[in-house]
């Protein structure tokens, strides 16, 4: 499947009660999902996170390209010192936790005007809302894509599901997974984790191994690992069959 994969998902995704709309500024394109609309204060969040990158990058170029963590910038911005914190531990880039950092940065933003949202960045989401929620897990070409899901209830909201894919979507990946889904309680963890834990996948044969791993994360709820028609999952998860 091409890397360019359209948001094609969004038709599928049926949110109940909830009101759902889409804010797009410069590469940011988010599907949002609250009790109601809140396109101009979505709006407004995008552009405060976004500054905080874009200044930075502007004082750091480097911070956009290095695939290797960050050392610690006490003068960053927020998120951006999130950004770096969480990616520190990982092996991975501070760019890897962009996408969830975002979303977490809208979700957290909009919670304080509503009471449910799932924020959808690219794939990776932020959500909190009153009942469990259902999260398709999407892997490509593999015969698994799309069968199951994660059952999220809601003892475990705020929550952030990841992931990161060698032949789905803009992401870099370093090994063979079609996806790596990670949840944790911080978007940019789960973000920079799904790379991590992706770019360990070399063989089938890691699977099992690279799930277990994962369990050193500190902060992290439960991950799943496909590649091809194997699965390997680790943690505090439930999934369900679609």
């Given at each position: ?120 960045n690219g794939g990776d989401i ?10 398709s897990i999407f892997a490509g ?102």
């Amino acid at each position: 499947m091409s890397r360019d994969v359209k948001h094609t998902y969004r038709k599928r995704v049926n949110t109940g009660d909830l009101v759902s709309f889409r804010v797009v500024v410069k590469e940011t394109d988010l599907w949002v999902s609250a009790d109601k609309n809140m396109g101009d204060e979505t709006r407004n969040l995008v552009f405060e996170c976004r500054h905080q990158l874009e200044s930075y990058i502007a004082a750091h170029p480097e911070f956009a390209t290095s695939l290797s963590p960050r050392v610690e910038d006490p003068f960053a911005p927020p998120m951006i010192k999130e950004m770096i914190d969480v990616t520190r531990n990982l092996g991975v880039g501070p760019m890897a936790s962009v996408a969830g950092a975002i979303a977490q940065y809208v979700a957290d933003g909009l919670l304080k005007l509503t009471d449910q949202v799932i924020v959808e960045n690219g794939g990776d989401i932020f959500l909190k809302t009153d009942r469990p929620v259902t999260v398709s897990i999407f892997a490509g070409n593999s015969p698994l894509s799309g069968k199951f899901g994660l059952l999220i209830p809601k003892r475990q909201m705020p929550l952030a599901v990841c992931s990161s894919s060698a032949n789905v979507g803009h992401s870099l990946s370093m090994g063979i997974a079609d996806v790596a889904c990670v949840l944790s309680s911080s978007g940019p963890l789960a973000d920079g984790a799904a790379t991590a834990i992706g770019n360990r996948i070399k063989y089938k044969t890691d699977l099992e191994g690279v799930a277990e791993r994962a369990r050193e994360v500190k902060g992290l709820t439960g991950c799943v690992i496909i590649v091809a028609d194997r699965m390997a999952t680790w943690g505090d998860i439930e999934l369900v069959e679609l």
